[in-house]
């Protein structure tokens, strides 16, 4: 019990593996810790789906008043949204189990076309932010480490602090009005122009990835514009999880630094800069590995801001549409792919995690 | 900073005082955050007492005695930080929009602490399926995009229209739904912790009911960490309000003033160049939010055991604490490792 006594309270930062799995090798564990993705999806279908319901069945919610009642009567039942609630959930989920999301209500294209289309969209600002937030997070929060209680570790927190403090929306405001408006270097908004748009549709077998599709194609002028329109979003999610990461490498970093094996290397005259870049920074890493697992749920919820910020038409951009349309059918798709794409990723984290460091996988 | 005066301002834990407190102990850098976060959280408060004398103009006022407020005007004598495209003052909204953030913190912090605390304590201290259950849903609510959730509830709140209440309670319930699990695993597992102390078996023994080993012994002393989630908690309810505000599913401009819904208004200004109708929302978030962050971290920080050397109950650690004070830059190496998330891993 004492030992449990010494355990520092849980912060918000400390993540704690889901897993229940006690003992056993790494196959066991990641054998476990796949099974428990399962409860985690279903509950937070089994939570839209009712929560969405609780307004009323979807057609009325998206074309009540717009039409006859006779008509909305006749096609609701076509649907079958007035069958009991429970017969149309137990529908759903078998649904979902073969892949079918149904059809949105407003526009009348299948939910999994959608999803891919404008999911392809997310995916790309969030590996552009995911750039961003590493490439300024780590080294940043070596040095801040380094310099351990200076004026640069000092201004470096208060620089994280802000980070997590600024709303991307504003963060965007700020950049479009500096960068777009009075300097006038980059597009305002959007993905791409209407004529890079156009290029991008007529490549074969397009990845949705507009980068990587114009950097397959070799064709630089539609890689230049895609660059500029993707800088300022991708700042401005980036930098949101860029504090958290400075934060997490200083800690751990300040941590690894006080272990023996650091004085020893210090002792032999290992240079300070070496000292940090190599012996302290790799354990520091772990945490960072798992840490990022939490982070894709905060920035998917940032690239919804950042998304109807810079007009980057993805899923979060879309879903803010359907919501303002009443489209819950659409809406409900994009839920339990975010849902979808959370679990696997924690999941993949929690792996990656107990693959590196064996202590997880108790 | 003598020992004797700390423990025992420290027993007044819900009263405020442990801010006081948390001063005292502090040094340099990390007094100067405190303050500056105190300063800040200060003069957020203060704009929401006073919002109704010292704001110029009501937050949907839109014309006065000499007409109807020009649209989009830059800051002026008239209003000192300009008008948006809508014809409100900049300034009046800014100001009263603090009193629609605190109304909302106070409602949705208050409604999570009850919900989460009270489930956190049955679920720890009884166990069995209920606690498996609740902590099956708690981790998948956690783990899922907090705004998203916010966004879903509010729509399943409010759908769509939104008086002042209506707004305001529909933005509460959904950062409660967000906050609940966040209290529910941290009391839960003090809760699971103290179950197993002496005072508690020994009160077992003695034959007092659950309920009143719950109240009495487990609540006080499970509790403990709440006004620093408080802190940390207020700064996200905010940035959850202004997202929600923002993407449009917040309160209506006419029934109370709210930072994120007029950044919204401000997104299509800016192409146009006119800055101060969202530069200054937005600092007004930024500031809040910061001020509480540096409150909230700062206390975290002078409590955190690398930092501090021990902390934990009562007077007898707390001497061993204020021992540890004046070195506080050797603390970190005489401290626990740093969590690498498996010392959590056999808990959970």
Redesign the interface.
Known sequence: MTTLIEVPDVEPDAVAPKSKSAGGGLGRYIVVRFFLIIPTIFILVTLVFFLMRVIGDPITAAQGGRLPPDVLAQRIHEAGYDRPIIIQYLEYLGQLLTGNFGTTITDRRPVIEMLSTFGAATLELSINALIVALAVGIPLGMIAAQRRDKATDAFLRCFAILCYATPVFFSGLLLKLTFSVWLGWLPVAGRVSTRTELTMGQLAAPSGIYWLDALRSGDFTALGDIVSHAVLPAIALGLLTAGVFLRLVRTNVIGTLGKDYVEAGRSRGVSEFRLVTKHAYKPALIPIITVMGLQIALMLGGAVLTETTFEWKGLGYQLVQYLNARDFVAVQGIVVLLAVIVAVTNFIVDVVAALIDPRVRY | MSTATIPGRKKSVLSGLPVISHVNKSV??QRG?LITGLVLTGLFLLSTVLAPLIAPYGYSQLSDASGAFPTQQAPSGKHLLGTTVGGYDVLSRVLWGSQTAVTVIVVAVAMSIFLGVALGLLSGYFGGWLDRVLV??A???Y??????LA???S??IS?GQSSFWGGILACAFSITVVFVP?YF??IR?ETI?LK??PFVESAMVLGASSLRIITRHIFKNATR?LPLMFT?NA?EAI?TL??LG????GIEPSSAAEW?FD??K??AD????I?WT??FP?IA??LT??GL??VG?SI?DL????LRGRK?AGGKARNKATAGTDGM?TG??TA?????????????
């Open positions: 340099g850098l955050m099956v849903i981790d998948a609510i783990a899922f995009p907090s705004l998203l966004i879903v509830m729509i399943v759908r966040q695993r941290v597992a912790r197993a102390e960490t940390l700064s940035l202004a997202g923002f993407l449009g599913f994120g950044l919204n401000a997104m800016a192409s146009s160049g800055w969202g530069v937005g978030i930024v939010v910061l962050t540096l971290e975290n409590n955190d055991p690398r934990r830059n970190a190496t626990p490792e740093p969590e690498t998330g498996s010392p959590e891993a056999g808990k959970a």
